[in-house]
């Protein structure tokens, strides 16, 4: 507990690591709580992607850190919009107890703040040697059980939203949104999916050519995500890989991916995203697709990166006419 730690806090040391999660617990409004006694020569933020939103209590915390330097590392410096960007740079500014916290307004003086502060490392200018990543976008035509159940599901969802007036709210458009998604990716009357059939067919021939493949879906469950993905591929022994599975159900599901069980692993989005290294895997394939283009791009990256001696291609899969080209549209935007 925090008392436990207060002497850790204490204790004579060139450096003091710690988590995001135990420095805000630790951080009170006292003056005189541990991380506040001294002023730090340097506050390092490792994954400063998470100090992105500046009104999170972590974010107010790391900031009001008594320092004489700070230094962020982050893969992922702007992730939807510039006041992300923002609030990793009013960290940047060194701070002392009693001043005013710094605050950045999107525009160019940020700009200039930020081309000011930010030493970039392009991964292409460290990993010369690294193959190049192809990606295709993949339109497809829902069939027609799939296409009516979208337009169903579109239907009611528009006449649910009118009903509510003025009570509807973002909640309710995100859940129609949602719906919609899930929709895309399989029928739920009959499990009709134009995607399953056109993966189903290039996985089959990766495994001809002994490649294999990462498969990603924001779903979880047996109807629209990774659980139906398994079923439909089950002539490929697919490896799942889930927040669902223990710390060593994943070690387990990783281990015999690289040992060859299956051409396939197909791994949610939230859990398989990032901090893997399978460079065992050239494919990778987005079955539906996420609000967050830094996110995908993660994802993508656990096949292409450094120990990976083949062309890594993605197929981002698109389907015509519905939420998706939307979706397609807003990803667009925010690159």
Known sequence: GAADRAWQWKAPAHLYLTSYDTLRSDFTDNPGSPPRRRVWDVVLLDEAQRIKNPDAEVSRVCKRLPRLRAWALTGTPLENRADDVASICEFLTPWREGQALPYLEPGLRLLARHAALQLRRKKADVLRQLPPKRVVEVLLELGPAQRESYRLAEREGIVRLHGLGETANVTHVLQLVTRLKQVSNFCPATG???????????????????????????????????????????????????????????????????????????????????????????????????????????????????????????????????????????????Q
């Open 192 to 334: 009709e999916s134009a995607k399953l059939a056109d993966l189903a067919e290039r996985v089959e021939t990766l495994a001809g050519e002994e490649h294999r493949a990462l498969v990603f879906s924001q779903f979880t469950d047996d109807r629209f995500g990774v659980g139906a993905l398994l079923r439909g591929l089950r002539r490929f022994r697919p490896i799942p890989y889930t927040g669902e599975l223990s710390p060593a159900e994943r070690e387990a599901a990783i281990a015999a991916f690289r040992r060859g069980e299956s051409p396939a692993l197909i791994l949610s989005l939230r859990a398989g995203g990032h901090g893997l290294n399978l460079q065992d895997a050239s494919y990778v394939f987005h079955f539906d697709r996420w609000w967050n283009p830094a996110a995908e791009r993660q994802a993508e990256d656990r096949a292409h990166r450094i120990g990976q001696d083949l062309p890594v291609t993605v197929y981002r899969y698109l389907c015509a006419d519905t939420i998706e080209e939307r979706i397609d549209a807003v990803l667009r935007r925010k």
